[in-house]
């Protein structure tokens, strides 16, 4: 951490604050500049982290050096981690995994036409709502366990593992029966008394980046996953909040390399959400596995006219068919499978 | 609703829409124009806000016409909104109401300090946190139950009426045994299971606007807590997340009346958030009584040096005392009384 | 300037880039933490700006220090600075400015009106311009040297000094004939030619904040026109660009105390481009004003339904009387006057 | 446009707002709904844009359904266009350009090294900055006819076309003398003065997008070329401002597949404006490779550590030349060749 002292500090103010550093334990280097006394603060940054230096006299700002998050941190883990989902399906490994299916879970007949189709064209996750977060009270919530129970019942069948939705701490139980992968939404992603609960399960859990939060800001709830013991994260980008308006979320590829950099866990992207066009979908999805992600999680629907949900961003299972065919091609030019 | 075909659209394609439009039990009202055909929906519009009507071939765009809240509008009810916490105690009226005290609740000692001197000074309802939703798992969380007894135990001391925030469905119960006023985060606006449970009690609740939510998701998520019952809320604007990084978020004072042109709730502001620094906590607030607010909410801390939490944004109380004095000069420009 | 080295950063790297600071002739000043090395560099910072450290290997991030401009720097004045325009007309004091009038020059008879009726109400520079910034090539460009003409024959029969935009370092000249104060538009924020060519006049200059300039970046255009040696300098808030939808743009009332903390320049508000709604201007202005600015530039038509641009945002004059009644008060509570 | 009135607009605010619509020679189309009435004006919109219809009493919004732009439009022409720069060179074709150099000119051995690899690597056109739009005064502001002269040397001798940036309406003249395209940067992409001049030359010109500017201001901004008869332009994506930090700006790679969709001019991405980091640069380029872009514009500078500006974001030579070899895979992969 380093404070930089205003121009024309006092000494006994500089002073007064060197005491405080070194009272909790910390070891201070003073650099006094042709304009500005500089201090440098060794050691642990948590312990200042804690303690509101910028409101000290004198000071004019104070920065931190270090990441605030440390598990999920490329430092703490160099080798990327590969999240097992069940034999044969992992993700974060050379193959790009793709997770599809309808927004909601409506009917049994429309989920398991959708599901059937989506894993004869390569999906090896189904997706699919059984809560769902909707901006109105007045619009469709969410068949809740009853959806739970078809969604199960076609995994079975089918043979394919699942991810679904949680929004309540008081629901983790019952949609741990159900799915394999818990998925946290974008208006939970600082939700943290959800991101414990989670983090108490050993399940694997796609955690989706908030409509404005910063990578940083992601990396810090994944942080509240695993240091409740929890290390199976799979990291989210589904488009941020802009002032553009032609797309409904402008999506941050460039999140896929930070992420790479900055943290060992997977990162997919959700490209239908994004753009919230379904003919947007395949462009973005392209530029995501181009850019380095390691799975798409895509909304299909054999009939978006009627749709409870998110009619308008969802695929066609034949044009989801058609894509991935693209997308296969996209894979082998940069070296990864489909 | 507003449907916008293509230029070029077929015939048959408009044709199949206004079908549908019809077979939801609404009115179509077709213009053809020089360039485009225009479709104008009448009814309710609800009906439509289900179905996907933009993926229909031949459909460029579909524009709603009416605000998507009801009971939280102006036209659901023309005069303001007056929330009664208790006897002499109400916002919404001529009067701004003053809400201070600590980020959070450190000890007894340190909030009996605060509350008697913030009411001394004119604050009207004592703030405090007892569950802190933090960005790092590595800082102070609060003191939860522990945290709540000592606020409502300098609640009855002082005859002071008290807010703190709530951050888990499992909790409301449990909060609504301690305090008079439920605050729920930026980060919670649209946990909408906490806003249905919310609903679900009759006690008065502040709802934080978003980090990036727009004023119209703002009002319907109020909409969510109006549609359990309780119309007992208090809207509040606290900053929005933007590219300017000298304050921590930009307070959005244009909020302020744009809230009471769209709806009759009461509207009050966060200015210690919003700005990130107890430097600015003045102007703003002199810049939101101005601009028509019904309340304040404010952090004063006794010794912000050794606040567990937000110690760069509190005010000291003589800063605090000060300032209301200020804005007491202020509010009675307006013809308002503090 | 601090220069952070990466986890595991080699000697010989760190060696390589004190090397390098050092033979820039300045002072480096290392410290060797626990997980980083960290270096500052003390001396003049401009130096190092000019050469991107970051690309040395094993540095993982360098942060400035020091903020980019001098000028225009708190630090480098400490007093206001006030800009006198004419004899009794002054921008900076105590007393706050109102500039208003239309938004366009549309006839002879337009400007007059309206500026015998702003005068009166109690503004002391009329706005108008002849140039006008249309984001579509098809609607009205402004009368060019004919608007002008007329802005100067209305100024010398009523006695107000006038200010207006230039948008091209050709029309300097020609404007510096015309007016008493250039106006720089949002979008010319950051047109550094223009910027430089103002520097050389000695003439007043309301310099507009761009739609998405962060104080920082208006601080340094700023910058550019002090360093050519004009020291008359206004800056002005006019509402930022967002994903707000309500308002056209969202005003950042807090870059009125933030300015004022920062630098010496006077600072306005133009709550009328800021909402884009006529509706919202009085709120706006009234925050503006309690917030602590020097001025307002307020647009004003007497046939708003009539008016060749911006109709929508363009204050009545017997709107604008009405107001200007109102922020009196609110400059008396806030020991200033207008 | 669509005018939606108030609820409860009286008779003769709606009569009064058709009579003017009437008189403007347009033909409304009245629908009165249960809760509002709504008035669809038939005829050409830009008519109508020039009057502020939302001021007139009763109305409540008025939404324009139409495009603002003409030329541009892909309804105007639908098949892609193709900008011919010299015999061999062309963008917007199946073959996707690579546009590459230093950020700016510095020496003719610096450009002529980098130009010779560039070349080699399979770059098409030469760029290098002779005119720098820099937002500090105090930093290089590049070498001006100085620097034109060297870059159109290396031309003639590598026999390869060149682009550069134009700032200034004064400059336009001396540059369409000495390169074969010229650049609008971002900050220039509202400078309607410059876009005029650059309009009435016949020259291929490369229009960046704003650093907060909408998909649909970049088209207005290239509609004031076109419409002064220059239809030679190319649209860049170069990153907008977001609140993410950790990249300089957010790419917007859903503004390929969009302005693909709304207009049939070409358009290009710029990977090392937007991240600012080098090391960004490949992932980005594939993503928008991906994502069906016309070309590239990609810095590359032989010794980035000494370079003028912006030495953080340029590769050298070598990394230039294996993104090459990638990018010409996923090329193949999309059908497409470099």
């Given at each position: 951490m380093i404070i930089v002292f205003k121009k024309g500090a006092k000494n006994?103010?500089?002073?007064?604050?060197?005491?405080?550093?070194?009272?909790l334990?910390?070891?201070?280097?003073?650099?006094?500049?042709?304009?500005?006394?500089?201090?440098?603060?060794?050691?642990?940054?948590?312990?200042?982290?804690?303690?509101?230096?910028?409101?000290?006299p004198g000071v004019d700002k104070v920065m931190p050096v270090l990441a605030p998050y440390k598990l999920v941190s490329r430092e703490f883990k160099q080798e990327d981690s590969i999240i097992k989902i069940r034999d044969g399906v992992e993700i974060g490994s050379n193959r790009i995994v793709i997770i599809a299916g309808p927004c909601s879970i409506?009917?049994?007949?429309?989920?398991k036409g959708v599901a059937a189709s989506v894993k004869d064209s390569g999906a090896s996750i189904l997706r699919g709502g059984a809560f769902k977060p909707r901006t109105s009270p007045y619009t469709f919530q969410g068949l809740g366990e009853e959806g739970l129970k078809i969604l199960k019942s076609i995994s079975e069948e089918l043979g394919i593992p699942t991810a679904t939705e949680v929004m309540d701490t008081r629901d983790v139980e019952l949609i741990?029966?159900?799915?394999?992968?818990?998925?946290?939404?974008?208006?939970?992603?600082?939700?943290?008394?959800?991101?414990?609960?989670?983090g108490q399960t050993k399940k694997p859990v796609i955690l989706k980046?908030?409509?404005?939060?910063?990578?940083?800001?992601?990396?810090?709830?994944?942080?509240?996953?695993?240091?409740?013991?929890?290390?199976?994260?799979?990291?989210c980008e589904r488009g941020i909040r802009t002032f553009e308006d032609f797309t409904r979320n402008t999506l941050d590829v460039s999140?896929?390399?930070?992420?790479?950099?900055l943290s060992h866990l997977p990162v997919i992207v959700d490209p239908s959400h994004a753009a919230g066009k379904w003919g947007m979908v395949s462009p973005l999805s392209k530029a995501a596995v181009a850019s380095g992600c390691d799975g798409l999680l895509i909304e299909v629907h054999s009939n978006p006219q009627e749709a409870l949900s998110?009619?308008?961003?969802?695929?066609?299972?034949?044009?989801?068919?058609?894509?991935?065919?693209?997308?296969?091609?996209?894979?082998?030019?940069?070296?990864?499978t489909i």
């Open positions: 006994e103010e500089i002073d007064n604050l060197i005491k405080r550093v070194e009272d334990g910390l070891k201070p280097m003073v650099s006094k500049g042709t304009e500005r006394t500089i201090v440098g603060v060794i050691g642990p940054e948590d312990v200042i982290r804690l303690h509101p230096l910028d409101v000290f409506e009917t049994e007949e429309q989920l741990d029966r159900y799915a394999d992968i818990f998925q946290i939404g974008a208006r939970n992603m600082q939700n943290f008394n959800l991101l414990k609960e989670i980046r908030g409509l404005s939060a910063t990578i940083k800001e992601l990396l810090m709830s994944a942080e509240y996953i695993l240091s409740e013991g929890n290390f199976n994260v799979i990291l999140a896929v390399p930070a992420i790479k950099m998110e009619g308008s961003q969802q695929l066609l299972p034949e044009n989801f068919s058609e894509l991935v065919e693209k997308l296969k091609k996209i894979s082998a030019a940069i070296g990864r």
